[in-house]
């Protein structure tokens, strides 16, 4: 269908959907907005925190993440949005799984943590790195990829994070 400019002057920061009719965008002051007409409309949702959230992403309608500031990690289980207990306090930019089981969230200063399925697991980065991690993807347990500020990129193999040339340094 066509793009159309929807009438909202609320921030929004990310979206992910789970379906071509439902999903949800995250942003500033805890702001969770809810869609089930593929974006046609969107219902603010109770989020239980003012954190800045910056990134949003799940594996079904009823298993979504949000991350934010402060280490502020949120679950929807269907009902509400749930607090967890993630181990870190820098702020968390982005968000990305490939099942229950292995999500990341990134963040200030190389910030890198793993949802195992039970807990959140900060996790070992290479120590040059301390750049902001704005963006996490998966297409699997043993081939994440991280990257941020500076050109910085870190690939998880599994077993390590390492540094990946990317060729720049902008």
């Known amino acids: 269908s066509d793009w159309r400019i929807l009438s909202d002057s609320r921030a929004n920061t990310a979206v992910w959907m789970a379906s071509a009719t439902v999903g949800w965008a995250v942003g500033p002051s805890g702001a969770i907005r809810h869609t089930t007409d593929g974006g046609g409309t969107w219902a ?3 989020s239980g925190t003012a954190a800045d959230l910056n990134g949003v ?3 079904s309608s009823t298993s979504v993440w949000a991350a934010g500031s402060g280490g502020t990690v949120l679950f929807w289980d269907g009902v509400s949005w749930e607090p967890q207990t993630s181990g870190v306090t820098n702020n968390l930019l982005a968000i990305y799984g ?15 943590i793993k949802w195992t399925g039970a807990a959140w697991v900060t996790q070992t980065v290479p ?43 902008a």
């Open 127 to 169: 120590a040059s790195v301390n750049e902001d991690l704005q963006g996490v993807w998966a297409s699997g347990p043993s081939n994440v990829i991280a990257v941020g500020t500076k050109g910085r990129v870190i690939r998880f193999n599994g077993t390590a994070w390492a540094n990946f040339n990317s060729g720049t340094a």
């Open 44 to 46: 603010l949702q109770a």
């Open 98 to 112: 490939t099942n229950a089981s292995n999500v990341w969230a990134v963040g200030a200063g190389g910030t890198v």
């Open 57 to 59: 992403w799940g594996t």
